[in-house]
């Protein structure tokens, strides 16, 4: 079935450091792929998304570029920020319906000054 | 601010009794809103599909008798845990497509469950 591998955290990084959390998905059918964000005590949000292969998301000075030959969807940011620190969550649309999303566990990132 | 509120955001319960959780769309109406939950260390999963004005749709090894959801209004979806357990303890979530806006998709804060 559908599944989504992301890099487990939790990840510490200085400020102005790149950033790379990895991703992949199962390739089935053409799904619409996601980031979304979690801050301390608020809800998802939307990060960036793509809809099809080699569209890149992009937000915030985050990127990530929808990989078909490699079903990989990599969360990237060249320098990283204190304000950064938060819980971030690779999706794809389901099979059942893009409203419907497949999570990755979740990458916790911390950013210290 | 919230676009979809959840409530509440921690809930500590006793085991045998029940628990509700809300979640609500502020700026627009939804006739479809989605649960998951989250067990330690793992991925969220989808729950159920929450449907307006009709029964909700279970995904597989959902328990439909324990995991009560009711659609009542276009605003409001609520997730009753019943007779709940410690295993039941977990981190739960909805969204809400926002149809109005090219189906932008909001979450809830989330809620955290512990059954003592």
């Known amino acids: 079935g559908d599944s989504v591998t992301q890099m487990e955290g939790p990840v510490t990084l200085s400020e102005e450091a790149f950033l790379t959390i990895n991703c992949t998905y199962t390739?089935?059918?053409?799904?619409?792929l996601f980031w979304y964000v979690q801050y301390p005590g608020e809800g998802l949000q939307l990060l960036l998304k793509a809809t099809k292969a080699d569209d890149k998301g992009s937000n915030k000075g985050f990127e990530a570029t929808y990989r078909k030959e490699t079903t990989s969807f990599h969360l990237e940011k060249g320098s990283v920020q204190v304000s950064d620190s938060a819980v971030y969550f690779c999706a794809r649309g389901s099979q059942g319906g893009s409203e419907k999303l497949v999570f990755g566990k979740g990458t916790k990132l911390t950013v210290n000054p | 601010g919230a676009v979809v509120s959840q409530h509440p955001s921690r809930v500590i319960c006793k085991s045998g009794t029940s628990v509700k959780i809300e979640c609500r769309s502020l700026d627009f109406q939804a006739t479809t809103m989605f649960w998951y939950r989250q067990f330690p260390k793992k991925s969220l999963m989808l729950m159920a599909t929450?449907?307006?004005?009709?029964?909700?749709?279970?995904e597989q090894g959902v328990e439909k008798d324990k995991f009560l959801i009711n659609h009542a209004s276009l605003t409001l979806s609520t997730l009753t845990v019943t007779s709940a357990h410690p295993e039941d303890s977990s981190f739960y979530i909805c969204?809400?497509?926002?149809?109005?806006?090219?189906?932008?998709?909001?979450f809830g804060e989330g809620s955290w469950l512990t059954v003592v």
């Open positions: 969204s809400a497509p926002d149809r109005g806006t090219g189906n932008t998709i909001y």
């Open positions: 390739a089935t059918g053409y799904p619409s």
């Open positions: 929450s449907n307006e004005g009709s029964k909700a749709t279970y």
